[in-house]
């Protein structure tokens, strides 16, 4: 009998804070000790063998947030730290970030807090390069 389960996808990216960019996955590596090592490489060039050196994120420079599983209603993948709009029926939106909390990414915090879901779910900036949109 052939299992009807399938593998949810792992990955990460992560918010280099020093040049206000995203690394994804082929820009850093983790460590046995648990640190980050993140892939300097040249504006442009997608393989790190051709140029580059790799330095430990030892100023905690590197903020890595992982994929939810999840992808909006536009298709979008969502991230710990998306900052998320639900459209109430019979009321205004409302955005609020995505978190991982209790073993499981929410949508809001606290009382607040419920579970994500993509149906609803519209990505609309993350609190890295849009902080303003939870004010």
Do not use: C
């Amino acid at each position: 009998m052939r299992s009807t389960k399938t593998m949810r996808e792992i990955k990460f990216r992560a918010w280099d804070k020093e040049n206000k960019k995203w690394r994804h996955g082929s820009d850093f590596l983790f460590t046995d000790s648990g640190s980050v090592l993140l892939y300097d490489i040249e504006e442009g060039r997608k393989l790190p063998n051709l140029t580059g050196k790799w330095r430990e994120d030892e100023d905690g420079n590197i903020e890595l947030v992982q994929f939810t599983g999840l992808k909006d209603k536009n298709g979008k993948p969502i991230y710990e730290g998306d900052i998320v709009r639900r459209h109430w029926s019979g009321g205004k939106p409302e955005d609020q970030p995505v978190v991982f909390t209790e073993a499981a990414f929410m949508w809001g915090e606290g009382k607040r807090a419920t579970g994500l879901n993509g149906n609803w779910a519209e990505v609309i900036g993350n609190i890295y390069e849009n902080p303003e949109l939870l004010q």
